[in-house]
């Protein structure tokens, strides 16, 4: 009943929006959203006579060109987007690897900029609970009359996240994700061409390809990452990824971590144990981070690894800049026993951002800057740049060279992905029609990744027990610390795969099965259950 009424309230305000702005013309869907992309930006263009101040804080996401930019706010791209908005940023950022410790810490301090990035629903660990108690402001009534764009292009299962569902307020704005297969098999075909195999399709043509790339004397056959992250392939591969969205309804009824799924756990954890032991995957794997990682792939160390789609066109490139004879391609994720194999789906949101209670004075200015970034204008600037700078206007027509070398691929990642805050973020179809690597990157999205990945049960807000008890609270792609510390040491060959069943037996002891009780308990209530 509360997700109809969360359901219902979204109705209301888009219907009244649609009643209101009859007039507006609808844009081109240019990235593939179920939204729509509107043709003018006319709240935007109503601007205050004094610029809107405003600070906010954001994730820098491992972004090159923002951790190494001395002072963001003085960037001439921020000056620009500045000038466009009528506004006066004031960017307060959080380093990537210290993002959710430093969010707790802003809280815990009261010192809360006008605007909060959050990274997906109203619920998430980061935000400490700030909805609840009433930090951010409920954005019904100035999305209506502020916001109208950002209703419209914004899919329902997106504000669906923002929306507290016992009131039926929402919190925050999103940016979207409308295709939740991201994360992609990505291989050096130069290397396959010169190991004569094809393109592998199960697990075991996989390892073969990967032990013939290391006979090739490729450093790293398969690049691994710390704790899994962007190294699972295999884990969806067997349909056992464990992560906060992978919950499963089990034959005796009850809904469990998919962990729970023993034979094939074993499995999965028995073929990272032989990449291990054969040396395909680094032996200090579980302890290489997201720079790192990125370095292996784009000095050529490495033969295949896992990443999200859209990067192609910009590691790509670093790639090729590196080892000029490099030849990367996305490939269909190796299948296990049902025939099925990818990675976790995404959630439809992947940032979000919440206006301070305080700063309801200068609300109804922030929301048409939000709404002002689903507008053609603020496509042509994110996508391209400056116009006369970065692109010129032939025959009323944007001509733009995409990028190749380092400098310019960090700096398109910085305008197309981080900069522009509420979007489709699938991926930026303007640059991407303009290389090849781009063409092929949508081909991926639309033909194969759509049939791919692993979709499970998520609870939002999360399970009770699941914060009870941290150890076994499992992050949006990672398994629980206590799973995790085990079967890193399983493949590590500290611990027996055989003691699998041991190990549940101590998830289930400290806490686990009033996990499994609550999930049983709220997916069939349908009680905020999302599939």
């Not at 109503?46 to 963001?72: C, G, H, Q, W």
């Not at 507290?164 to 994360?183: C, F, H, M, Q, W």
């Not at 940032?351 to 507008?375: C, L």
Request: negative net charge; charged residues 25%.
């Amino acid at each position: 009943m509360k997700k109809i009424l969360v359901r219902a309230m979204i109705m209301v305000l888009t219907l009244a929006v649609f009643t209101g702005c009859s007039s507006n013309n609808a844009g081109s869907n240019s990235k593939g959203s179920s939204g729509e992309k509107p043709a003018t930006n006319a709240p935007g263009e109503e601007k205050a006579a004094e610029p809107v101040k405003f600070s906010i804080s954001m994730r820098t996401l491992n972004v090159a060109y923002v951790e190494k930019n001395p002072d963001i706010n003085k960037d001439k791209y921020v000056l620009e987007l500045e000038k466009m908005t009528n506004s006066d940023l004031d960017i307060r950022l959080i380093p990537h690897n210290e993002y959710q410790d430093k969010m707790i810490q802003m809280f815990a301090t009261n010192d809360i900029p006008d605007v909060v990035q959050g990274s997906g629903g109203i619920s998430g660990p980061e935000l400490a609970g700030a909805v609840e108690n009433g930090v951010f402001l409920p954005l019904n009534d100035l999305l209506k009359e502020y916001g109208p764009d950002l209703l419209k292009f914004i899919p329902e299962s997106a504000w669906e996240r923002m929306t507290d569902a016992k009131t039926g307020n929402i919190y925050g704005i999103p940016e979207v994700l409308t295709n939740p297969s991201r994360r992609a098999t990505w291989i050096r075909t130069d290397l396959l061409e010169k190991t004569g195999k094809e393109i592998p399709t199960t697990v075991e043509e996989t390892l073969d390809v990967l032990r013939a790339f290391k006979e090739l004397g490729v450093e790293q056959p398969f690049a691994g990452r710390q704790n899994f992250k962007y190294a699972d392939m295999f884990f969806g591969a067997y349909d056992v990824l464990g992560y906060l969205n992978q919950f499963k309804v089990f034959p005796d009824g009850q809904v469990k971590p998919s962990f729970f799924d023993v034979e094939n756990m074993k499995k999965a954890i028995g073929v990272y144990k032989t990449m291990h032991d054969e040396g395909l995957i680094s032996k200090e794997f579980a302890t290489i981070e997201s720079t790192d990682f990125k370095s292996i792939v784009t000095s050529g160390k490495a033969g295949m690894w896992s990443m999200n789609a859209n990067e192609l066109p910009i590691w790509g490139a670093q790639l090729i800049q590196n080892v000029p004879d490099a030849k990367v391609a996305l490939i269909p994720s190796p299948v296990g026993p049902d025939g099925k194999g990818g990675y976790a789906h995404y959630n439809p949101v992947t940032r979000s951002f919440y206006i301070n209670a305080k700063a309801k004075d200068k609300a109804a200015d922030i929301i048409k800057f939000f709404n002002w970034m689903v507008s053609e204008k603020a496509e042509l600037f994110f996508s391209f740049g400056i116009e006369g700078e970065d692109y010129q206007v032939t025959n009323g027509e944007p001509v733009f060279e995409v990028p190749t070398d380092t400098a310019g691929t960090d700096k398109m990642r910085y305008l197309n992905y981080w900069l522009w805050m509420v979007q489709d973020t699938t991926y930026n179809k303007r640059v991407s029609e303009l290389s090849d690597s781009g063409k092929q990157l949508v081909d991926a999205f639309d033909h194969m990744l759509a049939k791919e990945g692993r979709r499970g049960l998520e609870f939002d807000p999360r399970l009770d027990a699941l914060i009870q008890y941290p150890d076994l609270n499992p992050k949006s792609d990672e398994m629980p610390p206590l799973i995790l510390e085990h079967v890193l040491k399983m493949v590590y060959g500290r611990e027996p795969i055989d003691g699998y069943e041991k190990l549940l037996e101590e998830y289930l002891s400290k806490g686990g099965k009033e996990i499994i009780e609550q999930a049983t308990s709220r997916y069939n209530s349908g009680e905020s259950a999302f599939e």
